[in-house]
């Protein structure tokens, strides 16, 4: 069974950084998406990112939001996913989760993805 597992969340102050991981087990294929989602309160939730993994070969998605800021990486010997979050504004306080899609066609969407993580919160403020 597929399980993620998020950490690496915290309280940071504005313009400071935070790298959330995301350790991944079960997957026994070679064609899937880990996403990374955030939610904050009151709010719908946001796709801020995906990693396509197919044969080895990755390609990478990001909101307009976090483009120049967060960076999406995957550690394959370790099956664990990182996010690396730079600049980080108050507006990005929430809690973020990471998904798994065994396809490469839905990166934001997160209504596509079938397993999901249990979230680790972000809080940005000073």
């Known amino acids: 069974q597929v399980q993620l597992v998020e950490s690496g969340g915290g309280l940071v102050q504005p313009g400071g950084s935070l790298r959330l991981s995301c350790a991944v087990s079960?997957?026994?294929?070679?064609?899937?998406?880990i996403g990374w989602f955030r939610q904050a309160p009151g709010k719908e939730r946001e796709g801020v990112s995906c990693i396509n993994i197919r044969n080895g070969q990755t390609s990478t998605g990001y909101a307009d939001s976090v483009k120049g800021r967060f960076t999406i990486s995957r550690d394959s010997a370790k099956n664990t996913v990182y996010l690396q979050m730079n600049s980080l504004k108050p507006e990005d306080t929430a809690v973020y989760y990471c998904?798994?899609?065994?396809?490469?066609?839905?990166?934001?969407?997160?209504?596509?993805?079938?397993?999901w993580g249990q979230g680790t919160q972000v809080t940005v403020s000073s």
């Open positions: 079960g997957f026994t294929s070679d064609y899937y998406a």
């Open positions: 998904a798994s899609v065994l396809t490469n066609w839905y990166c934001l969407q997160g209504n596509k993805y079938d397993y």
